[in-house]
């Protein structure tokens, strides 16, 4: 997977003034996330509300996650797609581990993961995913890729699309990501300190009859 650098990536800016429905600030918002989504089926975007410290103490947290023993991340089991915890496996990648914490909204929910985790159940991680995913209704995911020993080919997790009706990605500015553009073309995003990236996920192009790119 190569990286092109004559293609342009979209770069999409959510300000406060332009998330009010009906104004000329949200019809133009939307008309870019259109043109983006049908285009590209991503975008990178621009929202600053979230500070750099709320990011730095998410990705120290995440770590701790990774770091805890095996025995105790198979507890965090579930029969469905993209729950439970995944670890480098052959029929994933080698290169990836992952947990799936669905109704990422509900406090009850993080605190039983939490103490699946930790014995003392991490009171600091509990409190700060509440803080953060109160008025969401979603499945959070914690993944993280590792890096090919010298020499072997540097992909963590084969050519996919996305499942879930759309992803929020946030990036630790590692910059693995990389997204088809077209014809078999890919570019490598280098998200700023401040952004996400948007996917289009597979029911989302469908209830678009095909409107929406993967």
């Not at 993209?82 to 080698?94: A, D, I």
């Not at 990605?169 to 401040?194: A, H, M, T």
């Not at 029911?203 to 790119?213: E, H, M, T």
Request: aromatic share 12%; net charge negative; hydrophobic share 35%.
């Amino acid at each position: 997977m190569g990286a092109n650098a004559e293609i342009e990536f979209p770069v999409i800016e959510f300000r406060s003034s332009d998330l009010k429905r009906g104004t000329d600030g949200w019809h133009r918002l939307c008309k870019k996330v259109r043109e983006a989504c049908e285009t590209f089926g991503c975008f990178e975007v621009v929202y600053e509300k979230i500070s750099t410290e709320v990011r730095e103490e998410t990705f120290g947290l995440m770590k701790e996650l990774i770091e805890v023993p095996v025995e105790r991340k198979q507890k965090n089991a579930s029969p469905l797609p993209y729950h439970g915890w995944v670890g480098p496996c052959n029929q994933v990648s080698l290169l990836y581990e992952g947990f799936g914490l669905g109704d990422a909204s509900n406090y009850d929910s993080i605190k039983s993961f939490a103490q699946l985790m930790w014995p003392d159940g991490h009171p600091r991680f509990s409190g700060k995913w509440e803080s953060m995913m109160i008025n969401y209704k979603t499945l959070l995911r914690f993944m993280k890729y590792m890096a090919p020993p010298p020499g072997e080919y540097e992909r963590g997790l084969f050519a996919h699309t996305d499942k879930p009706v759309s992803t929020i990605i946030c990036d630790d500015q590692v910059s693995g990501l990389e997204i088809e553009v077209k014809d078999g073309q890919w570019i490598k995003l280098s998200l700023s300190p401040s952004s996400f990236c948007f996917v289009v996920g597979d029911p989302l192009k469908a209830w678009s009859n095909g409107r929406l790119k993967v």
